[in-house]
């Protein structure tokens, strides 16, 4: 069973940057792709940004050019740098990995942007 634990969240005004991380509990070993998606207040869960252990990524358009996905497989890690931030970003944001057909989540870390 894998664990997935975010931090990097918080309260941001408009035009703001933030950075999100999310660490395995276990050495991820073979094709997997991990990623963030978000939830914001009576809408449904939406993909933000994934990438492949081979660091292929991939963006929803709403973030494309203002996200940045990265992981550091050595340490077990995948980031989002969030530049350029809009009130409509505003979401509790999850981490996601899929490995072997099992997903797995973390519990979500909350992200307000607001004056």
């Known amino acids: 069973q894998v664990q997935l634990v975010e931090s990097g969240g918080g309260l941001v005004q408009p035009g703001g940057s933030l950075r999100l991380s999310c660490a395995a509990s276990?050495?991820?070993?073979?094709?997997?792709?991990m990623g963030w998606y978000r939830q914001a207040p009576g809408e449904e869960r939406e993909l933000v940004a994934t990438?492949?252990?081979?660091?292929?990524?991939n963006y929803a358009n709403s973030v494309k050019g203002r996200f940045t996905i990265s992981r550091d497989n050595a340490q077990n890690t995948v980031s989002l740098q969030m530049n350029s931030l809009k009130p409509e970003d505003t979401a509790v944001y999850y981490c996601?990995?899929?490995?072997?057909?099992?997903?797995?989540w973390g519990k979500g870390t909350l992200v307000t942007v607001s004056s």
């Open positions: 996601y990995l899929i490995r072997y057909g099992s997903d797995y």
């Open positions: 276990t050495r991820l070993f073979g094709f997997n792709t």
């Open positions: 990438i492949t252990s081979s660091g292929t990524a």
